[in-house]
């Protein structure tokens, strides 16, 4: 199996890196100095389970340059799932199998507006890691995952076959009973924690430990399960505790990477996490103020950061 990575960041580095530590073949699309210390060096994994160095099949930043792929994890930034969609057409062959794996209620169909639906499947991954300097990635918090599953709920080879390519890489993955509420209980988790981070300043355990921003978060968590159920998405009616309780057992002092984009200025995944669920709310019949407010407060430091970009 040829696997393709696009978007060497704190989720394509980890993954894709443990894909190619465990010996199997492994291409990935990077730029400018990233791409530069990864020739030089392999692309370096410093991680709370066990650091490691490894040097992928291929590291480039021309796409016409990497094979055709058997399987492409893309792992950007969710407002550049399309571009990356349109990136990958010289990659595809009949079997190609593109999983999204960032952040976002939406990324699935946004690929499919770009390529044939028969390609795709829906995916999370569970991790906290990010790109500490050109060429290295951290790994700082949560047992790495990947879920996945084909998006109507079938059964099918081609899961077989990928799982085997994860398990042998060494990290937890599992196999979907339904992606869109594994892609949604996600969602609504982070979500819910970046907006108000990114509003608050604050880390995870110190909103949840502040009765009004405590309560602030179940609101928003609420909205967003609303919002879910009007889209038919067989959302558990007990998931919006679920994800307070999760957000209780994150460690104190994490932060989204939404948040932390924001708080440095940088174009975030806001208009894909809040301004998604006031957007989708206002389609729907659906009223979300809690979401609306934290939107409305960060657009302009969005706007800003993407003006400077």
């Known amino acids: 199996m040829h696997t393709v990575i696009i978007g060497i960041g704190g989720v394509g580095g980890y993954f894709g890196g443990k894909i190619a530590f465990s010996g199997q073949k492994v291409s ?44 492409i994890l893309i792992c950007t930034k969710s407002w550049q799932v399309k571009d990356a969609a349109e990136i990958i057409k010289p990659l595809l062959k009949d079997t190609t199998v593109v999983i999204p794996l960032q952040n976002g209620a939406d990324n699935a169909e946004k690929i499919i507006s770009v390529i044939d639906k028969k390609y795709v499947l829906g995916g999370l991954c569970k991790i906290y890691s990010k790109i500490e300097s050109p060429g290295i990635i951290s790994h700082f918090g949560h047992p790495p995952e990947i879920i996945f599953g084909e998006l109507d709920k079938t059964k099918s080879d081609r899961l ?95 932060t989204a990477s939404t948040q932390r984009d924001i708080m440095e200025g940088r174009p975030s995944e806001l208009e894909n996490f809040n301004g998604f ?9 659906v009223d979300t103020p809690t979401n609306t407010f934290i939107y409305s407060c960060l657009q302009p430091m969005e706007a800003k950061a993407r003006l400077n970009s």
Do not use: C
């Not at 400018?32 to 930043?61: C, Y």
């Open 28 to 71: 990935m699309l990077a730029r400018g100095a990233h791409l530069e210390a990864i020739l030089q060096d392999g692309l370096q994994v410093k991680s709370i389970e066990g650091d490691f160095v490894t040097a992928p099949f291929s590291v480039t930043d021309d796409i016409h340059q990497i094979d055709k792929a058997d399987l």
């Open 160 to 254: 077989v076959r990928i799982k085997e390519v994860f398990d042998k890489a060494g990290f937890k993955n599992k196999i979907s009973e339904d992606i869109q509420v594994d892609i949604w209980s996600k969602f609504m988790f982070i979500a819910t924690v970046s907006g108000l981070g990114a509003l608050t300043r604050a880390t995870i355990g110190e909103m949840y430990a502040h009765p009004e921003l405590n309560s602030i978060l179940k609101a928003t968590a609420s909205e967003i399960y609303q919002v879910a159920i009007a889209k038919k998405v067989a959302m558990p009616p007990t998931i919006v505790e679920g994800i307070m309780n999760f957000i209780k057992n994150q460690p104190y002092d994490a």
């Open 277 to 285: 669920i006031v957007k989708e709310g206002k389609k729907l019949g």
